[in-house]
């Protein structure tokens, strides 16, 4: 149980254009959902918390306009990077917190990973 | 600030010896704590956690170690084997403006030499 998908993997684009990423919680309901960047040999760091019917939370520095977040269903939240440029290369990855756990329970679960590539 | 460091960025043990990764956080608030395995070009994946009322938890082969004095995590791998080669993250469960989030570590390297 507590898979969390990813979809694309991988992704190659141009810049300019705008890159969408799925993030699916398969097997429970997610009303919380993270977005995480990280570049090669570094730790991942927090985009913004993902909230199922209500706005996302950036954290400070990360441009709302730039990363759409959409958190539209339980099981579903999506990014969309806006107008991509060569420096929003990176591995994205989302995490998803199960909304039917035991209060207290606080595990997130890794989807497996989007590398962006903007050329 | 909040922070969640490692105290050694790589670590090197032999097949079938035991390794020790170590982790400092900085918020002594913080109430849960997660050890994650990440291999290259995946995501993290779940190994141990464990909560600020205790400060010792078992998995198989994977033990967690909390001191809560001196901000201080670790995790031990017993009998090291080839997969288990990876890098390893400590995270702490925090609060920040009444929404929790995990703050990671700088994540450790570890490489199991035959």
């Known amino acids: 149980g507590a898979v969390v998908s990813q979809h694309p993997s991988r992704v190659i684009c141009k810049s300019g254009t705008s890159v969408k990423i799925e993030c699916r919680s398969l097997d429970f309901q997610a009303t919380t959902m993270f977005w995480y960047r990280q570049f090669p040999k570094k730790s991942l760091m927090l985009m913004a918390t993902?909230?199922?019917?209500?706005?996302?939370?950036?954290e400070q520095g990360v441009e709302k306009d730039k990363f759409l977040i959409n958190h539209a269903s339980l099981t579903l939240s999506t990014l969309t990077v806006t107008s991509a440029h060569p420096e929003d290369s990176s591995f994205y990855i989302c995490?998803?917190?199960?909304?039917?756990?035991?209060?207290?329970?606080?595990?997130?679960?890794f989807g497996p990973g989007t590398r962006l590539t903007v050329l | 600030g909040e922070s969640v460091g490692l105290h050694l960025p790589t670590l090197s043990v032999q097949e079938g010896d035991n390794s020790i990764i170590n982790c400092a956080y900085s918020n002594s608030a913080s109430d849960y704590f997660i050890w994650y395995k990440q291999e290259s070009g995946k995501g993290p994946q779940f190994i141990i956690d464990?909560?600020?009322?205790?400060d010792k938890r078992q998995g198989q082969r994977v033990t967690v170690l909390l001191n809560k004095t001196v901000k201080h995590l670790s995790l031990q791998i017993a009998a090291t084997q080839p997969g288990d080669s990876a890098v390893y993250f400590c995270a702490e469960n925090t609060m920040n403006q009444g929404a929790q989030k995990l703050v990671f570590g700088q994540g450790t390297r570890l490489t199991i030499n035959p």
């Open positions: 995490s998803a917190r199960d909304s039917g756990r035991l209060p207290g329970g606080d595990t997130q679960y």
């Open positions: 993902s909230n199922e019917g209500s706005k996302a939370t950036y």
């Open positions: 464990i909560r600020s009322n205790m």
